[in-house]
């Protein structure tokens, strides 16, 4: 799509560029060599990345991002609800992501849904003496006091992999004696420069181990799908699948948000992949494509225009009935959305938001804040790659700043320069810049509130931005003394 | 790959088995056999040393705590604290990665103090590690030495660092380590023989409570005793919103912290949280020194006054000694509401003491008693505490167990309330009683961190809390028929 | 004895009938009927002129609350006043009965008093009137005269006393003309020409949280400005608990009073409760004189504060700009929680605009505004400030109506909670809504008059309260898939 | 009965009369000589009163007492359950007994039970002009808004009587135009010296226009009887007439807690009046059988020792089924007893208890204190008369102190000599005592808890009577410092 070149009073390129290099003044000449390139223009009409990407973080300079762990356990094993997720490893990793990331889940906790957290709480002495021995016994452990479990995730922390253990031996070794799927996921901290390894990893553990082992028992139909990249962060995917649904689509599995283990692994039976996150799960689409030949395209469900546009473009790899069911549920919700934005495009037109999300948001909401009628006056990435700032480019208005893993200084200054309206970003930023009297809203947990997907989602969506934007607190933050 | 061979079809658990494990995880005989666990740890109310020392980091005057090790560990932390806290938590890591376990990690603490140093423009960095550099073997003191050589580290700026592995202790050993190379730090060379500050230093240990700190702060202006928090976060993490950011907006200032060595005395509230620094401080501060317990509940904090009345050789003001009378109003009023029930309690040694004796005091059963992360000390001195009142009996302490454990406890022998902090929730709700948020974290709940559970107004507001709670319940679940004006 | 002729059985309503109107009451055809009624009153949340009275009485040093009328008339204020702070009320009656009628009162005052100042030993005794010498016509003036002249009342001690009919105001009113009598009885003939005590006098109005009595002194002790509260309730019923009793455990000090008239300013926060009072000091007080609303909410505490620093010609200190940008911190945190929520709120006008001021800050909906004894003015008052904000639109104001008007409002135009005291509790429950009691009285929990609500530390209060208890309800109600570690 | 002649060491005659002598010293002459014949040391031998009572309350003394429209409302009127209460007059009165004592009751607020408050808000031009025309508007409107109400109670406050209106004129003529019962009961406060007043005008008024007036339409048995005293508070009648159900009585009414009016009405029929209180309700009982033969008999259902006995004495009053049940529920109920006794009495034994409560505790529980092990040194009413302190003087211990309408002074004295470790009163009492240290249980409330009564009573009662005087609170209440 080709999309219209959108401009910012008063933001230009020279505008720009100038606010980077002021804000690097402050560096040490490497790490303002270092940052330089991270931090640029947006060029609306290139269609291309104007940043350079997923490169190591700069020591010392308070980056927002996360480790490997973090993107294994947080965003790829965590949401898999059938599952036992153990962090192998000390007992930090597991707790400080146990519950953080609101990928919501069907089930009884402890019987068919285990979103606790599973440590092995590694002691000085299993650092000594290497910790297999103590997995094998958690394994057991672990499938006797949940018998209902569809498998285990091993998610390796730091000390494993330094020490040496052999989990994939260990996991093995288990999974015949325990008749259960266990999966070793070597997503130690230290591997790569943030969360992004942590999903490659998982997504080739999924490849490795998972994918391919079940089927569906039912027959299968033109309609299969399956929905990938969506965690169901505060309900996402209920409310993304109801709507694929809508459209006569068969969700036939969730990759990974209230995923189940054995429908992940009978994926490879569908019609298309629909991906959502591209940035975390890209690896798999494209393995099943290559492998299973399975076609699989990004879509957008955030905001009506995108959600409109998204459904036609599915539309278009089935057939007619789709085609017609599209339609139809386009004519559906067109007025109910339109009342949305009518309510609150009046108390939020032409105010300007600021992202800082992980691998997705940072461009993908931007057209639902521009059906809200606000605009995007910068944005960026905690770990995205060249490919997501590509994608990134014709969704930004032209010659606006784009910024890859800033800094929080960065984005202090950024924010300070710009002055948004509101910003978008996640709980260490939050608190930050509410200081500053700037309406925030968490765009990794949606701040405790969702779902945003889908057009459900923007109902909320849009309540939710109003609310922060126009709250009246933000009127008593100037003092009158 | 798999390398299964015949077609495996996905299965559906049938409800009723379902139905039937559900039931089964609240029986005796899983709580046995979940008791049988030595391997799997499921849900403690404990995490790593580096949380600790981030907390402790963040307590002095411009003070930028430090991770040494991966990034996506600090960031694990900061979000802890500012969730906890609904506040910012800037610190900054020096982003170790692969290859740090392959030439150590001295060049990412180097370039990483230089840019923080320039960027965030600290009065001291505390540094602290993670995982990689304590296993891969880092010399910190080399490497600091080094960094100091070379310019990178200013002349005067003081460096403390803290060993704080992850595979040890627990978020307060992190906290004690940290504070310890804080004060080491601070205080070196400072010691001026015949000086005296005349103030008392107030070591109150890892305690997330903001509303604690000005407690303790009004309690000795009451006095009119001159005081020195160590490692005050009450202006760190209770910020004003004011239009304005400030990367350093509070802390214990450092020219009080490197002074306190000469101080008049030296008060540890938190003696299973600050237990080596307290070691170190009797034998290298002037004045004298006590470590008592945390003064939650009356005892404890006549204890507390007490002390300060004995360090300071003042006596104990009358406004102090009415908001005793107060807080023993409020217990007098209200016991009816607590008066036998039963509490499953868990947390930090030096809460859980405080939790047990308050409860005792209100005639509150303290029945299942949960440390994930103690000592037998600690379970000594709990036990003495049980021992020492009729509302103690058959109440039992489990010492190294974690909130799975709980579940089987309160499912089992049921209880009328926990105390702990936000991670107990799902057994409570499964067990139908609620659950009292004094611990750390707090993630689901607004300011409880603003209000005190120390000293006389802290009884006042957890007997508040508990028993509007109760009540509460008693509201909501009644027939109509007992549904009354009056409570 | 009835005069029935044929036997009549005992009847059963039918549970059908039952049903039917258990379901009618609820609905809007109801209403209609409910919102004609002329002359019956069901469940009206104010009280009569005694009480007020009373409890304006009790807060001055040494003084004995003395009610002229029946004794059961005293026996109800006391219990009100027990029951709501869980403390003693001591006060006397001259126990009138049916000769009262009769030979009128002066015998039962002048024996009245001759007992209770030889019991109770009072510095003043504070008289005020019920029902039966209000309707009979006793002469107070005379009575009083004649008690001095025959020696029954000490040389020098003041005796204040009020007529405050029961069939005429509110609680408010007889609050305004106790408070009234006193002041003028305490500073006859105190006003020195040239004299300045440098002192700010307050007057809160009627107001039954004794903390914020102590957030009053607590902020006026912040900006280091002198000031005597007019009616301190705050050591006469929140009082140490320490094994003895006293009959008159604190107070506005009488010296301080009677000296209040020749006061530096004189700042009145309570508007319509002590409106008579205001009105006679702009007369008779020296210095400046300001009537300005509850600083209920950050607004109306700002303009409390701006105005103390313009009456005290000092500026608003640090300490102070601080604690405001807590609350607006504590408020911005959490608007999510508030935003966009419904309340239904009623109680005292001063109180009433409070409140609105308050929701309409946090982005909350006042939705139903019930006063069941307002006028005009405070009407407008209420209106202004909803035509203010976008978040007052739709809302609408219900003078001189009652809590079961207010019961058809919420159940055919339902909120999300409300707002008042202990007798809402049992329309929340028809409604299923949470009452967040910071009215009075307060029967049903406990320690709630201790916890300020005025002040930037009462926003914080009622923020912490309501949202907690919006998340407790989203915790208990929800799905199992929506329960949550983070709210 | 004889019982044997309690003694507690160090109380004599002589200590009492002294300990009363000194604390009048205070007095004026003239009060001390009206108070002094209200306060005196029992004999327990004669059985006979030892003080004064039912006597105007010296002015200016600080009596507990309250008026006869608090004895009218809050006692009899106020517990039936399916009549509209109205407080007719100022706003006061009945806001103020609107809630505060609790009488339990069933049904739906609103529907078929109405514990709101009803107030004909009395203004300054009722006073002028009468309040004949309100009320018989807001009688309208109460039908019309309570229609299944069975009646309605008009109950005067001291503006009424004063100015002269006739509501009795009024409610009849309402009554027949809205073909309701409408009793008008001139229970102004100014009445009488106390509550008492108002019992027994409010007894009046049920003889004058409720009793006889309806008839059960089952069939009579030889087991009908009618609890009456008994208030429900707490839920005592719900345990009470468990009991007598239990020992095979019919309970066809109860007066009032929790009552029907129709069914008060139709009590004229039943063999047996059952009193508990004594006080408030033996005209009715002298009345029903003055007019209708019906015998009564006093009981007490206060610890297991007097339950015992009361049951005992009901049986006695029937056959021999009824004689054998009552000892089989004895026989069933004795070891449970002796099961909370054993408990508790440990605990208690020797403490001592004070009393001040209105008409019938101050001497029906003094049996359920010694059940526990527990003596009670000094006793008094708010409102009794003659016939109660003469049934007082058998149940309480020789040569305590006993104390009519004693003032805040007297009481506080008497407890400060006597040191007991729990005093029973009314809540003007409770944080006096609370703040000297001395546990306290508000004894005509139960202080928010019940039953008291009966078996399933006595459970609570020793629950709470432990918990107060054991609460580890009150070693606190001493300073350390």
């Not at chain 1, 309406?439 to 989602?457: I, K």
């Not at chain 2, 595979?167 to 730090?185: E, K």
């Not at chain 2, 003491?353 to 440390?371: D, K, Q, R, T």
Request: charged content about 25%; some cysteine.
């Amino acid at each position: 799509m080709s999309h219209p070149i959108k401009t910012i009073p008063g933001i230009t390129k020279e505008s720009t560029e100038e606010l980077i290099a002021k804000t690097l003044e402050v560096y040490p000449e490497k790490a303002k060599k270092k940052r330089a390139p991270h931090l640029g223009a947006n060029d609306q009409a290139s269609g291309s990345a104007c940043v350079k990407s997923n490169k190591k973080t700069v020591p010392g300079v308070m980056s927002a991002r996360g480790c490997a762990y973090a993107g294994a356990k947080g965003v790829v094993w965590g949401p898999i609800r059938d599952m036992v997720h153990v962090s192998h490893g000390p007992v930090g990793c597991g707790w400080y992501s146990w519950g953080t990331r609101r990928n919501l889940m069907t089930g009884k906790l402890g019987v068919d849904q285990f979103a606790m957290q599973f440590t092995s709480d590694f002691q000085e002495k299993d650092i000594v003496y290497g910790g297999d021995k103590k997995l094998k016994q958690l394994l057991t452990e672990a499938k006797e006091l949940f018998p209902l479990a569809k498998g285990i995730s091993v998610l390796s922390e730091c000390p494993v992999g330094l020490i040496g253990d052999d989990i994939n031996s260990a996991a093995k070794q288990s999974a015949k004696e325990l008749d259960l799927p266990i999966i070793p996921c070597n997503c130690e901290g230290f591997r790569g420069v943030s969360q992004s390894l942590g999903h490659h990893i998982s997504n080739d553990t999924i490849r490795d181990h998972i994918i391919g082992t079940r089927e569906f028992s039912e027959p299968e139909t033109p309609y299969d799908i399956s929905l990938i990249g969506d965690y169901n962060i505060g309900g996402d995917v209920w409310s993304a699948k109801a709507l694929l649904e809508e459209i006569g689509l068969n969700v036939k599995s969730v990759w990974t948000g209230d995923g189940e283990l054995e429908k992940i692994a009978a994926t490879h039976t569908v019609k298309l992949n629909l991906i959502h996150c591209y940035r975390s799960m890209n690896y798999m689409c494209k393995v099943m494509e290559e492998k299973f030949g399975i076609p699989w395209l990004e879509f957008n469900f955030f905001g009506p225009t995108k959600i409109r546009e998204s459904l036609r473009s599915i539309g278009e790899r089935f057939d007619q009935t789709i085609q017609d069911k599209v339609e139809q549920v386009i004519a559906k919700y067109d007025p109910i959305m339109q009342a949305i934005v009518d309510e609150y495009r009046p108390r939020l037109e032409g105010k300007k938001v600021m992202l800082l999300v992980g691998g997705l948001r940072p461009r993908h909401t931007i057209g639902a804040y521009e059906d809200l009628g606000m605009e995007c006056v910068g944005s960026g990435y905690e770990f995205a790659h060249t490919d997501d700032y590509d994608r990134t480019a014709p969704e930004m208005p032209d010659a606006t700043v784009v910024y890859d893993d800033p800094s929080e200084y960065e984005f202090e200054k950024f924010a300070h320069a710009l002055k948004p309206d509101l910003i978008g970003s996640g709980i260490k930023e939050k608190y930050v810049f509410q200081k500053m009297g700037i309406p925030f809203r968490q765009m990794h947990s949606w701040d405790y509130s969702g779902p945003y997907h889908g057009y459900q989602g923007f109902s909320v969506f849009a309540r939710d931005i109003d609310m922060a934007v126009n709250s009246p607190t933000w009127k008593l933050v100037e003092s009158p003394f | 790959m798999s390398a299964e061979a015949a077609v495996k079809y996905v299965t559906e658990t049938p409800e009723s088995e379902k139905e039937r494990v559900a039931a089964w995880i609240n029986t005796e005989e899983y709580k046995e056999l979940n008791f049988k666990r030595e391997a799997l740890v499921i849900a403690p109310p404990h995490t790593c040393q580096p949380l600790g020392a981030e907390l402790v980091a963040h307590a002095f005057e411009g003070s930028l705590p430090f991770v040494h090790g991966s990034q996506g560990c600090a960031s694990y932390y900061r979000s802890t604290l500012n969730r906890h806290f609904r506040e910012p938590a800037p610190a900054v890591s020096d982003s170790m990665t692969e290859d740090g376990a392959v030439f150590g990690g001295q060049n990412n603490l180097h370039e990483g103090l230089e840019n923080a140093i320039a960027i965030y423009k600290p009065k001291m960095v505390s540094i602290f590690t993670s995982c990689m550099p304590e296993i891969i073997g880092d010399d910190l003191v080399a490497f600091l030495k080094n960094a100091r050589n070379k310019g990178i580290i200013p002349e005067g700026m003081p460096v403390p660092f803290a060993n704080t592995p992850s595979f040890n202790g627990s978020h307060i050993h992190g906290y004690d380590a940290m504070l310890l190379s804080i004060l080491q730090t601070l205080t070196e060379g400072k010691k001026v023989e015949g000086r005296c500050t005349g103030k008392i230093n107030l070591i109150p240990g890892f305690d997330a409570n903001t509303g604690n700190f000005r407690e303790y702060k009004r309690l000795f202006a009451e006095f009119g005793v001159p005081a020195t928090i160590l490692g005050d976060i009450s202006d760190v993490f209770d910020v004003p919103c004011d239009g304005t950011y400030h990367t350093y907006p509070g802390g214990t200032k450092l020219d009080d912290a490197a002074d306190s060595i000469n101080g008049k005395a030296t008060l540890s509230v938190g003696p299973y949280s600050a237990t080596k620094t307290f070691a170190w401080l009797k034998d290298n501060y002037s004045g004298k020194h006590a470590a008592i317990p945390m003064p939650l509940g009356i005892a404890k904090t006549d204890e507390f006054i007490k002390k300060i009345s004995e360090l300071s050789g003042k006596p104990v003001p009358e406004s102090i000694k009415n908001e005793r009378g107060r807080a023993v109003d409020a217990m007098t009023d209200s016991h009816q509401y607590m008066h036998g029930k039963k509490f499953a309690l868990y947390g930090d040694p030096d809460q859980l003491l405080g939790y047990v004796s308050f409860l005792l005091e209100m005639g509150a059963i303290p029945y299942h008693i949960l440390c994930s992360k103690g000592s037998k000390k600690v379970e000594k001195e709990i036990q003495a505490l049980l021992d020492s009142s009729m509302y103690g009996k058959g109440c039992k302490i489990y010492m190294g167990k974690d909130l799975w454990h709980m579940r089987s406890l309160i499912m089992t022998d049921p209880v009328d309330a926990m105390i702990g902090d936000t991670h107990g929730k799902f057994a409570c709700r499964d067990a139908g009683i609620p659950l009292f948020r004094f611990g750390f974290p707090i993630f689901d709940r607004v300011n409880k961190h603003r209000y005190p559970i120390i000293g006389y107004q802290g009884v006042i507001n957890m007997v508040t809390e508990i028993c509007n709670k109760f009540i509460d319940i008693k509201d909501e679940t009644c027939e109509d028929r007992f549904f009354e004006m009056m409570r």
